[in-house]
């Protein structure tokens, strides 16, 4: 049984890196043209899309099945003010890790979510593992072009996110040996993340999507939203 959980949160986590080489491929293979840019801007979309569709499907509802009205709202401002102290510090540093942050703070949590359910119902765990890998993917190739443009090697940017990738196998552990019998402590964990994602989104990503005279970037969004909607109705 506990292969299982390591083989799914493996898949979910190995997307982030696979994410990051597709990207690394598109923008060395690829030609610029008004087309790859229009196609790189609607992925960012797609990717704020599932983001925001983790938030509305997983965080936090799961959140809110637990803690009180108060729990919620005190967990959800520090979310949002701690990462806009973040999202401030990095801004003073010329930095451009914006989505890098969104796609940890919804990966994190959900593969802990992923580990603590496994006991419970393996088959919401193997559907949440396809759910999380699925939105890992557009936000990772979004993540690693950020980062690129921050300064960051190619090499280094990858080994990075190789690193990151095994984040799922250990939250999913943590969440199944430490938290399965905790479930304030994951609920609280799972409304902060949610006010973090909300403020990296309207504050840095979502911004940062638009393109002038293309109507494709909202389309990219509103279908990013769908896939969460699958998923969740799959679930």
Known sequence: MLFKLILFSAFAGITVFIGGLLANVFDHHVTDSPVK????????????????????????????????VWGVTGSFLSGAILFMLLDR??????SQQAT??????DFVPESIALGAVFAIEPQLSLLLALFIGLQNLPESFNAFR???????????????????????????????????EHPNLTAHLMI?????????????????????????????????FLVGIFGEMLI
């Open 89 to 94: 510090k990095l801004a003073e540093s010329n």
């Open 37 to 68: 840019y229009e196609f790189i801007h609607t992925s960012m979309s797609f990717g704020a899309g599932i983001i925001l569709s983790a938030l509305a499907f997983v965080l936090l509802p799961k959140g809110m099945e637990v803690l009180s």
């Open 100 to 105: 890098l942050l969104a796609m940890m703070m």
């Open 146 to 180: 950020d980062m690129v443009q921050s300064g960051f090697s190619v090499k280094r940017t990858l080994t990075i996110f190789f690193g990151l990738s095994f984040f799922g196998v250990i939250s999913a552990l943590i969440g199944h040996f430490l938290l399965s």
């Open 192 to 224: 902060l993340a949610s006010g973090g994602i909300l403020y990296l989104l309207i504050q840095d990503i979502i911004p940062a999507s638009k393109l002038d005279k293309s109507y494709l970037t909202s389309l990219g969004a509103t279908l990013g």
